[in-house]
């Protein structure tokens, strides 16, 4: 069983950053496929990025070239780098992991989430 816990969220301005963690335990994810979605009030949740367990991203258009998903194995946490902030980026982000897929039911493991405002 893997547990995964959120962290780094908060207010901050438009064209501002934030750098959110998922630390994960109970096992390794160094062999995980993980990924960030994130669901705004009254939206699906929706898929944000993802990184294989070799380090392969993917991102969903409306956030390429501002957000950067890594992970350090060696601390078993992945990263989300939000960079230029929008008020539409506004929304609770989840940590997930065990598949590398834009669908969030292919995901066995999640966090609880962090919540992202972003003021205008």
């Known amino acids: 069983q893997v547990q995964l816990v959120e962290s780094g969220g908060g207010l901050v301005q438009a064209g501002g950053s934030l750098r959110l963690s998922c630390a994960a335990s109970?096992?390794?994810?160094?062999?995980?496929?993980m990924g960030w979605f994130r669901q705004a009030p009254g939206k699906e949740r929706e898929f944000v990025a993802a990184?294989?367990?070799?380090?392969?991203?993917s991102y969903t258009d409306s956030v390429e070239g501002r957000f950067t998903i890594s992970r350090d194995n060696a601390k078993n946490t992945v990263y989300l780098q939000m960079n230029n902030l929008e008020p539409e980026d506004t929304a609770v982000y989840y940590c997930a992991g065990g598949s590398y897929s834009t669908r969030p039911k292919s995901y066995a493991y999640w966090g609880q989430g962090t919540q992202v405002t972003v003021s205008s």
């Open positions: 990184i294989t367990w070799s380090g392969h991203t």
């Open positions: 109970g096992r390794t994810v160094s062999n995980y496929n």
